[in-house]
């Protein structure tokens, strides 16, 4: 069964616009990540944030997590053409056995 | 570029059939995990293996079975093919310790497999 739910399910920008997803999940988690993924192809690994820490960044991507609201949020600022991709996040539920629980994504297009 | 490939990329069975997918992970990694990706959907994990034992297995039938071998790379293989097992499967490796952290995952690019 899915873990994440990501809102919006698409997402439609010019470029240069910022790009701001959520992922909403419903358990306890030791960490949550984020991937993109390009036109069905694999999964590119963007963050990984841990459940004590509520900020990272990593060049224009920005990713927030409330674990009081079991959410986070993924930022990209200043948007490319390039960034046109599929987002999901991911979380291990809690467990340590290994396992990644992935939303639907959202579909993310940057208009050039 | 992960470091992870797979093979084949793409493949057409018929219902009935099987097939066995292939994946090589990371230098490094010791863990590789396997996920199916329908169409519109986010990947379902399949099942994990650590160090050539199976380490964790989602809801998927017992026809979906694997293999690691020493070097760790690993095998998907699925007997008695449905249509619904049409799909991208996704590999992805890791390194870790069985019971400790999860560490980042590394995906390669998939295999297609299309079931008539």
């Known amino acids: 069964s899915q873990q994440g739910e990501e809102d919006p399910q698409a997402l439609s920008i010019q470029e240069g616009e910022n790009a701001t997803m959520n992922c909403s999940y419903k358990t306890s988690i030791n960490n949550l990540q984020w991937y993109r993924q390009n036109s069905g192809r694999g999964l590119v690994h963007l963050i990984l944030?841990?459940?004590?820490?509520r900020e990272k960044h990593s060049g224009r991507l920005r990713v927030t997590l409330d674990t009081s609201k079991k959410s986070s949020s993924l930022l990209i600022t200043a948007s490319r053409a390039a960034d046109t991709a599929s987002y999901f996040c991911a979380t291990d539920r809690g467990s340590t056995l290994g396992r990644l629980y992935f939303g639907r994504g959202t579909q993310l297009t940057v208009w050039p | 570029e992960t470091g992870v490939t797979q093979s084949p990329t793409h493949l057409i069975k018929t219902r009935g059939q099987q097939v066995t997918l292939r994946c090589s992970s990371q230098s490094g990694h010791n863990t590789v995990s396997w996920y199916q990706q329908a169409l519109g959907q986010g990947p379902q994990f399949i099942f994990q293996?650590?160090?050539?034992?199976?380490?964790g297995r989602g809801n998927f039938p017992p026809r979906f079975s694997g293999l690691q071998f020493p070097n760790y790379s690993s095998e998907l293989n699925v007997n008695a093919l449905e249509l619904d097992d049409s799909a991208l499967y996704l590999c992805?490796?890791?390194?870790?310790?069985?019971?400790?952290?999860?560490?980042?995952?590394?995906f390669g690019p998939g295999t297609r497999l299309l079931v008539l």
């Open positions: 293996y650590y160090r050539e034992e199976e380490n």
């Open positions: 992805a490796s890791s390194s870790g310790a069985r019971g400790g952290p999860q560490e980042t995952q590394y």
């Open positions: 944030i841990r459940s004590n820490e």
